[in-house]
């Protein structure tokens, strides 16, 4: 069992920054693995952001984030984070931490692969 928890959200103006942080805890598996951020806006479909490999060595962000938000991790401290810059009122979304406990340098876009999450951060950037 992988337990997931993100904190770091909050509201924030157009042009700010805020950094998303995801605790990994493990019960009964133990090890490194890729991990994603996803968002879901109000009425939207859940849609990938960002994704890092076990070793942090590869990553794959979004196009509409590409330059602004920098995903990495610290195995040594069981967290993941996200760094978001020049936030857009478009960003604002509720932003998960995934796990996909299968993969170590695949970066899967697909949320179907992530097969832990966690409750999720309220992101709002206000214009």
């Known amino acids: 069992q992988v337990r997931l928890v993100e904190s770091g959200g909050g509201l924030v103006q157009d042009g700010g920054s805020l950094r998303l942080t995801c605790r990994i805890s493990e019960s009964t598996f133990t090890g490194t693995y890729a991990m994603g951020w996803f968002r879901q806006a109000p009425g939207k479909e859940r849609e990938f952001v960002a994704a890092?490999?076990?070793?942090?060595?590869?990553?794959s962000t979004v196009d509409s984030v590409e330059g602004r938000f920098t995903i990495s991790r610290d195995n040594a401290k069981n967290m993941v984070y996200l760094q978001m810059n020049s936030l857009k009122p478009e960003d604002t979304a509720v932003y998960y931490c995934?796990?996909?406990?299968?993969?170590?340098?695949?970066?899967?876009?697909?949320?179907?692969?992530?097969?832990?999450w966690g409750q999720g951060t309220q992101v709002t950037v206000s214009s």
């Open positions: 995934a796990a996909n406990i299968l993969a170590y340098e695949h970066l899967s876009q697909n949320p179907i692969e992530y097969s832990y």
């Open positions: 890092i490999s076990w070793n942090g060595l590869l990553t």
